[in-house]
């Protein structure tokens, strides 16, 4: 069990450094002199374009890693909610290539909402 506690500290570590560099490149981003080269700007504007699973995505990682319930209602398990989770996203991205339709903030919101409500229900990390 010492190794257990070891990788999860491991892990944290990652973690964290991975937001350190992540909050240093978008300070970074933030006092360069392009505009509109913010990761959230560059991920807005692929969603409004072609690739709107990108709000379902993020409100799915979301819901698994800060809300979850404890009890799987469900009963999928680990491996299936995420199979369905990249299924729905190939599905989404084939949509947004062949379908072209307009994509305003109110239905990428719809999107964020319904994938928080995915990760907190199927895809919960406190299983």
Same mark, same amino acid.
């Given at each position: 069990?010492?190794?257990?506690?070891?990788?999860?500290?491991?892990?944290?570590?990652?973690?964290?450094?991975?937001?350190?560099?992540?909050?240093?490149?978008?300070?970074?981003?933030?006092?360069?002199?392009?505009?509109?080269?913010?990761?959230?700007?560059?991920?807005?504007?692929?969603?409004?374009?072609?690739?709107?699973? #990108?709000?379902?995505? %993020? $409100?799915?990682?979301? =819901? &698994? @890693? /800060?809300?979850?319930?404890?009890?799987?209602?469900?009963?999928?398990?680990?491996?299936?909610?995420?199979?369905?989770?990249?299924?729905?996203?190939?599905?989404?991205?084939?949509?947004?290539?062949?379908?072209?339709?307009?994509?305003?903030?109110?239905?990428?919101? #719809?999107?964020?909402? %319904? $994938?928080?409500?995915? =990760? &907190? @229900? /199927?895809?919960?990390?406190?299983?």
């Amino acid at each position: 069990m010492e190794n257990m506690g070891e990788a999860y500290r491991l892990v944290t570590y990652i973690m964290a450094g991975f937001a350190v560099v992540y909050v240093a490149l978008e300070i970074v981003l933030n006092l360069n002199e392009v505009d509109n080269d913010t990761s959230n700007i560059i991920l807005f504007e692929a969603a409004k374009d072609k690739l709107f699973f #990108i709000p379902f995505g %993020l $409100g799915a990682i979301m =819901g &698994h @890693l /800060f809300l979850g319930v404890k009890t799987d209602y469900f009963g999928l398990g680990d491996g299936l909610p995420v199979i369905i989770l990249f299924s729905l996203a190939a599905i989404m991205t084939l949509i947004g290539f062949k379908v072209p339709f307009k994509k305003p903030v109110w239905f990428l919101s #719809i999107l964020l909402i %319904l $994938g928080l409500f995915y =990760g &907190h @229900l /199927f895809w919960s990390m406190n299983f």
